[in-house]
């Protein structure tokens, strides 16, 4: 099986243990494990595929847990530094009554954020196959150069290149540094895959329709996806599009259905890039990517969330 190695940030979010309430509001806060470039390592190795993270964490307790659990989850943890200086990230995040999640981060600075060039392991980075990354690596140096370097070695050695920009505006300086900075990399990618919102905002547009995504394409981009929560995904390819309609679930929380979304999805694409041309087969991968996203909404959290392949069966069938 091809590698599939996931670039960016790995933290834990801390959620009240009750729903529907402000930060201020919660009588009292959970862990749970995140970033999500870690949460589509995960997904992918869950579903019996094999993947590695690189990212750094803190020389602390939570780092070293959080390396914990991409081990246990058959992760590769090679590619993960820890910072003696500075803390693992966090960051408190609720959903509250109006649906509208809110994020309070403690990043000043974050290890994640202070990943240089020099610590990369480029022996993991050039046998990957696929690459996937974000964009909050791109927010600040020295990552920003770290996330930069990074994806110059995989495509040098021949991996697909997927971004999720997974947009975080509160983190950003100003949303217009962020849609800059986002854009900056656009064209360097193979697959990319945004959400409505994201949409949205990349575009300006306020309809998320063929016009606005394809306002998105670029020349050698191969496959664009826009997910759309409970009604699945869009896709476009050069010569084709289409959509595939999403699975009703009962949801509990929808963190992370993105992530196992592209999880799912690459790891069907690693080892055989032509279901990217072939719409038919295609198609078969993303009402499975689509699956796996709705399982993921049906348990608290994203990690404990994501599914193992014989769970999707099930709801294909
Ligand atoms: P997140 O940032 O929360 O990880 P996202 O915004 O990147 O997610 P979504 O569009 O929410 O991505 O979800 C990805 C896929 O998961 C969708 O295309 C859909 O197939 C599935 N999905 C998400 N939410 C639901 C839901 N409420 N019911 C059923 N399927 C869902």
Request: glycine letters at 10%.
């Amino acid at each position: 099986k091809g590698l599939i190695v996931s670039f960016g940030e790995m933290l834990i979010d801390f959620v009240p243990t009750v729903s529907g309430v402000s930060l201020a509001e919660a009588p009292g806060f959970l862990k749970a494990p995140g970033g999500a470039p870690a949460n589509v390592a995960i997904a992918v190795a869950r579903l019996g595929g094999k993947a590695a993270f690189v990212g750094k964490l803190g020389e602390d307790e939570f780092g070293h847990m959080l390396a914990g659990i991409l081990k246990e989850n058959g992760v590769s943890a090679d590619g993960v530094t820890f910072d003696k200086g500075a803390r693992t990230a966090l960051a408190f995040v609720t959903l509250r009554a109006d649906g509208e999640r809110e994020f309070m981060f403690y990043r000043n600075p974050s290890a994640d954020m202070l990943l240089t060039p020099d610590e990369l392991n480029l022996g993991i980075i050039r046998s990957a196959k696929v690459f996937h990354y974000g964009s909050i690596s791109l927010i600040v140096e020295p990552c920003r150069s770290a996330h930069l370097k990074a994806m110059d070695e995989a495509k040098s050695a021949g991996a697909l290149l997927s971004y999720d920009p997974n947009l975080r505006l509160p983190l950003w300086p100003s949303a217009k540094y962020a849609k800059e900075q986002i854009m900056s990399i656009w064209e360097k990618a193979d697959i990319i895959k945004v959400s409505d919102n994201e949409l949205e905002f990349l575009t300006g547009s306020s309809k998320i329709d063929d016009e606005a995504a394809m306002s998105l394409w670029h020349p050698k981009l191969q496959l664009l996806l826009v997910t759309l929560g409970e009604n699945g995904c869009r896709y476009y390819n050069k010569n084709f599009r289409g959509s595939i309609d999403g699975y009703h679930v009962k949801t509990v929380d929808t963190t992370g259905a993105g992530d196992s979304f592209v999880g799912a999805l690459l790891g069907k694409i690693v080892d055989d890039h032509a279901i990217i041309h072939d719409e038919a087969r295609l198609k078969e991968v993303l009402k499975y990517a689509c699956a796996c996203g709705a399982i993921t909404t049906t348990k608290k959290g994203a990690i404990p969330a994501l599914p193992q392949h014989s769970d999707v069966l099930s709801i294909l069938q």
